[in-house]
């Protein structure tokens, strides 16, 4: 069974401070990517995705692919209160788009 | 671009009756639509992938004849939950994709179904 795992937190962070989420994935044929976030009661919006092993920076947000250790991973720079909200992984398989998603890890950044 | 509409935001209906949702991509043509339910503090569960002028492909546990999916256009796709039942209450998202998954799903405002 295709598996995409998130610690579920949450992860605090002080305000100001680089906040660093994970996802690893069980599927070595997965291609593609995508980070979510996702406030309480609301639905998901889109933030990152990536498709290549690297970096891929957008604004504050970076993600980080290695799918030689099948993980991925989401930094988010100079965190604010705004930011605090639940992150969801979600990995799409070759050949399929029908994604997983991760549980979510809450974040919570401090003022 | 890319915006999915979802209607309605809100919904309370009465244990035994039904109740039908709405997602409709705005400005794109959606070939695929997803629907998910969230209970509290939990995560996405995919339950259908709609698929427009065909079937729906339901996941595992998930009863086709409970919860009605029609995709008659490439812009809108409903859910129908019937005879729905306290246990029905749940958040319940739609997204689409425009480009078979390959830039990420866009997701609809979700809607929140309350079985009194």
């Known amino acids: 069974q295709k598996e995409v795992e998130q610690n579920s937190g949450p992860l605090s962070v002080p305000e100001g401070a680089i906040a660093s989420l994970n996802c690893t994935y069980s599927?070595?044929?997965?291609?593609?990517f995508f980070w979510y976030r996702q406030y309480s009661g609301k639905s998901p919006e889109l933030i990152m995705s990536?498709?290549?092993?690297g970096d891929k920076e957008d604004g504050r947000f970076t993600a980080q692919l290695n799918k030689a250790s099948q993980y991925v991973s989401l930094l988010i720079r100079d965190s604010q209160p705004s930011d605090s909200a639940t992150y969801l992984c979600?990995?799409?398989?070759?050949?399929?788009?029908?994604?997983?998603f991760g549980t979510g890890t809450r974040l919570k950044v401090l003022a | 671009g890319a915006v999915v509409s979802q209607h309605p935001s809100r919904v309370i209906c009465k244990s035994g009756t039904s109740v039908k949702i709405e997602c409709r991509s705005l400005?794109?043509?959606?070939?695929?639509m997803f629907w998910y339910r969230q209970f509290p503090k939990q995560s996405l569960m995919l339950m259908a992938t709609s698929n427009e002028g065909s079937k729906a492909t339901y996941e595992q546990g998930v009863e086709k004849d409970k919860f009605l999916i029609n995709h008659a256009s490439l812009t809108l796709s409903t859910l129908t939950v019937t005879s729905a039942h306290p246990e029905d209450s749940s958040f319940y998202i739609c997204?689409?994709?425009?480009?078979?998954?390959?830039?990420?799903?866009?997701f609809g405002s979700g809607t929140r179904l309350t079985v009194v």
């Open positions: 400005d794109f043509q959606a070939t695929t």
């Open positions: 990536i498709y290549s092993n």
């Open positions: 997204s689409a994709t425009r480009d078979r998954g390959n830039y990420g799903y866009t």
């Open positions: 979600a990995v799409g398989g070759s050949g399929t788009y029908k994604y997983i």
């Open positions: 599927d070595r044929g997965s291609q593609s």
